[in-house]
Nanobody
Framework: VQLQACGGGLVQAGGSLRLSCSAS????????MDWYRQAPGKQRESVAS???????KYADSVKGRFTISRDNAENTVYLQMNNLKPEDTAVYYC????????????WGQGTLVTVSS
């Protein structure tokens, strides 16, 4: 599986962006998918997760502002980010894992999100 993330950019505080992560390969619809982010000087952290059955989880810092979704027909996972804050500035990465093999990780390249105050 190969993951390709896009959609980052520069936005003012309060604005919105939508990130996309396109996957190649089979069985994508069953994969657990996540968005992580890494800000300068900080560790990578999980932002949002969506299971193969579309169950979702969010970090407390983004609840109510970010929405993760998936379109299995398009092999794509999205992260809709609203009411962005300067502290959301980071490189965002998509990640996938097959639930039948949790030790297998797939990462996309990062996409930079910069939120100006």
């Amino acid at each position: 599986v190969q993951l390709q993330a896009c959609g980052g950019g520069l936005v003012q505080a309060g604005g919105s962006l939508r990130l996309s992560c396109s996957a190649s390969g089979s069985n994508f619809g069953w994969y657990d998918m996540d968005w992580y982010r890494q800000a300068p000087g900080k560790q990578r952290e999980s932002v949002a997760s969506i299971s193969g059955t579309s169950g979702t989880k969010y970090a407390d810092s983004v609840k109510g502002r970010f929405t993760i979704s998936r379109d299995n027909a398009e092999n794509t996972v999205y992260l809709q980010m609203n009411n962005l804050k300067p502290e959301d500035t980071a490189v965002y990465y998509c990640h996938g894992r097959p639930p039948w093999n949790p030790s297998r990780d797939y990462w996309g390249q990062g996409t930079l999100v910069t939120v100006s105050s």
